[in-house]
């Protein structure tokens, strides 16, 4: 299985703060990942395919980019819809793997 | 817009068997190229992948569940089912349903149903 190794586990920002979160793969899994958006007690939301692709409807303020086998989620202007658990994926071959979740909060 | 809505039971006993269906509806589940599957997330804890179909009945499974997962499609009811055996405490879970496109990740998600075993 595809290891994804997901950080940092939670951060504290502020309103209007741009945030960084990363995700690395135990293997190559070219551009092959996504992120999702959890809020408490809702579904998963796919902003992110293809490690840079907006999902559409999903703002610009998010954005996915990829250096070897580490991919980061940045967020932009962070706003108080914002804050949520974040998490990767991998779907370059099975099983689907997740990274841990990375939970944005309020500083 | 197409809509996955989970049902079924949301009290499993001990070593019985989890079934649930997802019914897709705005759209067929006769796509060429799509797959349609299920996550589950325990409470507070992190999403795993159990598994998908595609609409011919082709199937992927998680390896740490697949001696205990099916995963079917019912093509003229527009739906598909998961069924679990065997289950215990640590299968107690939120399930979603999910669509996914070829080479992308899930883009539609059903609402989640919280599966309880006791």
């Known amino acids: 299985d595809i290891q994804m190794t997901q950080s940092p586990s939670s951060l504290s920002a502020s309103v209007g703060d741009r945030v960084t979160i990363t995700c690395r793969a135990s293997?190559?899994?070219?551009?092959?990942l996504g992120w999702f958006q959890q809020k408490p007690g809702k579904a998963p939301k796919s902003l992110i395919y293809?490690?840079?692709s907006l999902q559409s409807g999903v703002p610009s303020k998010f954005s996915g980019s990829k250096s070897g086998t580490d991919f980061t989620l940045t967020i932009s202007d962070l706003q108080p819809e914002d804050f949520a658990t974040y998490y990767c994926?991998?779907?370059?071959?099975?099983?689907?793997?997740f990274g841990g979740g990375t939970k944005v909060e309020i500083k | 817009q197409l809509q996955l809505q989970e049902s079924g039971p949301g009290l499993v006993k001990p070593w019985e068997t989890l079934s649930l269906t997802c019914t897709v509806s705005g759209g067929s589940i006769n796509s060429n190229s799509h797959y349609w599957g299920w996550i589950r997330q325990p409470p507070g804890k992190e999403l795993e992948w159990i598994g998908n179909i595609y609409y011919s009945g082709s199937t992927n499974y998680s390896p740490s569940l697949k001696s205990r997962v099916t995963i079917s499609v019912d093509t003229s009811n527009n739906q598909f089912s998961l069924k679990l055996n065997s289950v215990t405490a640590a299968d107690t879970a939120v399930y979603y349903c999910?669509?996914?496109?070829?080479?992308?990740?899930?883009?539609?998600w059903g609402q989640g149903t919280l599966v309880t075993v006791s």
């Open positions: 994926q991998q779907y370059k071959s099975y099983p689907l793997t």
């Open positions: 293809g490690a840079s």
């Open positions: 999910t669509r996914r496109e070829f080479y992308r990740t899930p883009d539609i």
């Open positions: 293997q190559d899994i070219s551009n092959y």
